[in-house]
């Protein structure tokens, strides 16, 4: 006789549309999502209850908890930064604005010393998460016809690799020069004599960062 097995420990069923990110916090507790319905929640992983809700005022793209979970930030659809203090739930960089909604990925993730936060879109952006500034924009003009939809980070903090769906290449840079190490293409070819390959909408490190996973547009993951 078979049995039958419920793997489902909880549903969250709280956001009014597309749930398009989600995020645990560093210890365990917390469960951050986000949605077109340009709300961030935040759940407590305990009672499997919403502990609470913040309006955004634009669709949601990506979220993320500081390294040592005193911040979670989001962007929207639109490119925007939103940080939030998880210690009085206060805004602390971004201005809640609404807008028509527009189309986009906006990958973003903590550096490992949590100071400063990557920001994915046509190109990839650092801001200081102290003042809300731009520290610098890596290799904007090299990245403008390629979407950043995805980007992942070593555990120390020294690589990052940034997927391009537009033109397929994945790019490992030097997080510390933001020197070009080296550009993959999943699946190549030759278009206008510029070297292309499928579009990448996701990449990961393994803990060790020896290894790079890729999945994108030809419905294959790759190491």
Same mark, same amino acid.
């Given at each position: 006789?078979?049995?039958?097995?419920?793997? #489902?420990?909880?549903?969250?069923?709280?956001?009014?549309?597309?749930?398009?990110?989600?995020?645990?916090?560093?210890?365990?507790?917390?469960?951050?999502?986000?949605?077109?319905?340009?709300?961030?929640?935040?759940?407590?992983?305990?009672?499997?209850?919403?502990?609470?809700?913040?309006?955004?005022?634009?669709?949601?793209?990506?979220?993320?908890?500081?390294?040592?979970?005193?911040?979670?930030?989001?962007?929207?659809?639109?490119?925007?930064?939103?940080?939030?203090?998880?210690?009085?739930?206060?805004?602390?960089?971004? #201005?809640?604005?609404?807008?028509?909604?527009?189309?986009?990925?906006?990958?973003?993730?903590?550096?490992?010393? +949590?100071?400063?936060?990557?920001?994915?879109?046509?190109?990839?952006?650092?801001?200081?998460?102290?003042?809300?500034?731009?520290?610098?924009?890596?290799?904007? #003009?090299?990245?403008?016809?390629?979407?950043?939809?995805?980007?992942?980070?070593?555990?120390?903090?020294?690589?990052?690799?940034?997927?391009?769906? #537009?033109?397929?290449?994945?790019?490992?840079?030097?997080?510390?020069?933001?020197?070009?190490?080296?550009?993959?293409?999943?699946?190549?070819?030759?278009?206008?004599?510029?070297?292309?390959?499928? +579009?990448?909408?996701?990449?990961?490190?393994?803990?060790?960062?020896?290894?790079?996973?890729?999945?994108?547009?030809?419905?294959?993951?790759?190491?």
């Amino acid at each position: 006789m078979s049995k039958s097995f419920r793997f #489902e420990k909880a549903t969250l069923a709280a956001h009014a549309g597309l749930v398009s990110a989600i995020a645990f916090s560093p210890n365990g507790d917390k469960l951050a999502s986000v949605s077109d319905d340009r709300t961030l929640k935040i759940w407590d992983l305990a009672s499997f209850r919403l502990d609470r809700t913040l309006f955004c005022g634009r669709s949601l793209s990506d979220v993320a908890f500081a390294p040592d979970g005193t911040m979670v930030a989001c962007t929207t659809v639109t490119g925007q930064l939103l940080l939030w203090s998880t210690l009085n739930w206060k805004l602390l960089v971004g #201005e809640i604005i609404e807008s028509e909604v527009i189309g986009g990925s906006h990958p973003v993730r903590f550096m490992p010393d +949590g100071k400063t936060v990557v920001l994915g879109g046509f190109g990839i952006t650092l801001v200081d998460v102290g003042t809300g500034r731009e520290q610098r924009a890596v290799f904007k #003009e090299d990245l403008a016809f390629d979407r950043v939809a995805s980007i992942a980070l070593s555990s120390d903090g020294a690589l990052l690799v940034s997927a391009g769906v #537009e033109t397929g290449a994945i790019v490992v840079w030097d997080a510390t020069s933001w020197r070009r190490l080296r550009t993959l293409f999943s699946n190549p070819f030759l278009f206008q004599g510029k070297q292309y390959g499928a +579009g990448i909408w996701g990449v990961s490190l393994s803990p060790d960062g020896q290894v790079l996973a890729s999945g994108g547009k030809d419905d294959v993951a790759r190491l």
